[in-house]
């Protein structure tokens, strides 16, 4: 199975590979290329480095403790680390980037923030698009989807980003166990996911003797339709609110599908087929009402089933896991997650062959060998080895910071975002081959990180305004008509013509420096 982890080495086994790592950094390598994998000064002497990024537990690692000094130890650095509380991280990070005085190796919460985009453009970070194929990791290990969207206009990325997983993101999870008490299929297309509503709203799929079920727990929030947003974008295909028509950028709004999207779920209000009290649901209340027993549909990833399961057989005991159960896709469509979390950034002011070297710390640092050091602590310390499988002391883990090194430096099991180690195979199977065919259909949104000044200032207005109207329209304070007349308005509208050619520009622009 791909979400199982294999055995790590011992402690020792790391530091010998670090030897290793040390003398294929000698001298002789640096009389060689320079722009090879190997890269950087050259010297046996530790990579000395400072660091700045988040830090998420009240109480950060010491510069002595001993998973820091065996991951230096295995990538030959000494590296001093600022850890910055998350609470304050963004301001910190202005600061910091705004004085010049800037680490070697510093986390990018926001790659496409206006601070970080301004010092990029003025040469202030490492381009490291042409020094990516050099590093083995940094290439497979790193989704191609998150190279694409940490890109700048230019087409170039200016930092590593830190991956997550890009497939299985939220989407459709029904009920199995009451699909199949009532002979239903789950369903591919829209229409067939009506009928599944339909049919749990009239019938009595838990068989508790009422007709009380709610087919879909469904919220929107102010600016977006929430979990409804899965349903307009099964009908447009899109993920997001831009599409590519003949080679520019389109507001969805602009589409045919996102009117049909919007009479479809109007429909599903006036048939109850969703909580009548839907726009004033808060994502914790509609999660609440899957985990009591209550409704047949929810948007969320395969990977948090346990949270909702052993809440769900407190009432329903015969439910299995495999009965929390993703769809596929609808109507052809499933969403494509960005794959990172912020980036890793180098500036100018580290020399190229520092620069060189760091990308090799962190692609060593990704090697199984390495990582695991994080992920499992000291063997004996933080984890035993019993019938080939490690058995974590997460408590001793905890205590020594392992997981806090993974807001430097992390890889992203791909089925993390449905599967666990804890889940039973059977579960674990059936989500790994489901993720697998959404694989196929997945679409990300190609609107991540393309710049529009307009839109800077246009977007979150007019974000608000189309979510207040389909709002009143699905429940029936306002005619369909009134979109019809939205959008009309909106064609002519000067700061969306703007918008929608500064987003084109950037699309384009993107792409044709990814090409070079």
Partial sequence: MKW??????????????????SACGGKAENNAAGSS???????????????????????PPTDDNIIKQAIEKATNSKMNIQWVSGNSYTDKLNVTL????????????????SNFRSIVNQGGFWDITPYIKDYPNLKSKISETAWTLTKMQDGKNYGIPRPRPSEADSFF????????????????????????????????????GKQDTIPFAAYVNPTDMGSLSQLENSFTGVNGSWKVV??????????????????????????????????????????????????GVIIDKAGTMSDYVNEI?????????????????????????????????????????????????????????VFNIQQFGIEGRDYTVQNGEKVVDQKKLQEDHGPEFNQIVYVA?????????????????????????RAKSSVADISIGLYSPTAMQFLPEFQKQVQDLKTKIILGREPITAWDDFVNKMKNDPNMTKMTQEMTDAYQKRNAGAAK
């Fill in 4 to 21: 199982k982890k294999k055995t790590a080495v011992s402690l020792a086994a790391v530091i010998a590979l670090a030897s290793v790592l």
């Fill in 37 to 59: 994998a190997g890269g950087g000064s050259g010297s046996q002497d530790p990579l000395q480095l400072s660091i700045m990024t988040i830090l998420l537990t009240p109480t």
């Fill in 98 to 113: 705004a004085s010049g005085d800037i680490p070697d190796l510093i986390y990018i919460d926001d790659p496409f923030s």
């Fill in 173 to 208: 999870i029904v009920r199995k166990d009451w699909l199949d008490s009532m002979g239903l299929q789950p369903p591919k297309t829209t229409d067939e996911l009506y009928n599944v509503l339909k049919a749990l709203k009239n019938g009595d799929p838990d068989k508790n």
């Fill in 246 to 295: 003949d080679g520019k950028m389109v507001n969805t709004i602009f589409l045919p599908e996102e009117r049909q999207a919007l009479e479809y779920i109007t429909k599903l209000y006036q048939e109850k087929l969703i909580p009548e009290d839907f726009a004033s649901l808060k994502l914790s209340q509609v999660k609440d009402l899957f985990k009591g027993g209550k409704a």
């Fill in 313 to 369: 057989k407190k009432i329903q005991p015969t439910m299995k896991e495999t009965d929390f159960y993703p769809l596929t896709n609808v109507n052809g469509y499933n969403p494509k997650g960005p794959g990172f979390s912020g980036i890793l950034a180098i500036p100018k002011s580290v020399p190229e062959d520092k620069m060189k070297r760091i990308l090799k710390l962190v692609d060593t640092w990704m090697n199984d060998d």
């Fill in 413 to 437: 099991d791909p089925y993390a975002s449905s599967t666990k180690r804890y889940f039973s195979k059977e579960a674990n199977d059936l989500f790994q081959k489901i993720q697998d065919e």
